[in-house]
């Protein structure tokens, strides 16, 4: 059962800077690998604070299931905007250049009891399994999407077996 057959976006990717999309393209590129219908914008909980209350407090209204929201340094976005909704939220910590990315990991995933923001490793593959639970999430509910998720499984798992080691240098 295709649960959205209007192509109306089921998952929001926001970003607190379009210098975080080459990470948070990650996310992007699995939801699109998966035919899951997505938007991807920036919006910032610092920077546009009302944008970021709009898009947060809409949310569920318009539809979404999830939104990955990736930041980083000072990463208060996914926990403001899980403070908004109760579509869940999915944090992906962008690597800083200060520190590494531990700044944003620790903004982001140390929240509130009550406010739950699902963290996720810092960069680019913590921003493709933001995208990977997204899927896995709206399998729920999407038998094809389970069937599809399932066979991306099974090809991983399969690469891994054909892995082949090089002779010893
Ligand atoms: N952490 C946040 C938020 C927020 O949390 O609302 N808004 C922007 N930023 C972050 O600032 C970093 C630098 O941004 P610029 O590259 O625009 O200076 C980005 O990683 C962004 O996510």
């Known amino acids: 059962m295709n649960a959205n057959p209007s192509g ?17 393209q990650a996310a992007a590129r699995m939801l699109a690998e998966f035919g899951v219908p997505y938007e991807a914008r920036v919006v910032s909980a610092h920077r546009t604070p009302d944008l970021m209350f709009e ?7 318009r539809g979404l299931k999830a939104i990955i929201a990736g930041a ?6 996914p926990g403001m905007v899980a403070a908004k909704t109760t579509v869940p939220v999915l944090g992906v ?12 990991l620790l ?10 923001v699902a963290t996720f490793a ?9 995208g990977l639970f997204a899927v896995a999430l709206l399998a729920g509910g999407d038998a094809e999407l389970a069937a599809r998720l399932e066979a991306f499984r099974a090809r991983q798992t399969q690469t891994v077996l054909d892995m082949a080691l090089p002779p010893l240098a």
Do not use: F
Not at 72 to 77: Q, Y
Not at 107 to 116: D, H, L, R, Y
Not at 122 to 130: C, L, S, Y
């Open 8 to 24: 109306q976006p089921l998952v929001g990717v926001i970003m607190g800077s379009n210098s975080d999309w080459p990470t948070m």
């Open 122 to 130: 810092i960069g680019e593959a913590g921003a493709a399994n933001a």
């Open 107 to 116: 903004s982001i995933v140390q929240m509130p009891k009550g406010i739950p």
């Open 55 to 61: 898009y947060a407090e809409a949310a569920r209204g």
């Open 93 to 104: 910590p962008v690597q800083s250049k200060a520190l590494s990315g531990q700044d944003s």
């Open 72 to 77: 980083g340094g000072a990463a208060h976005l």
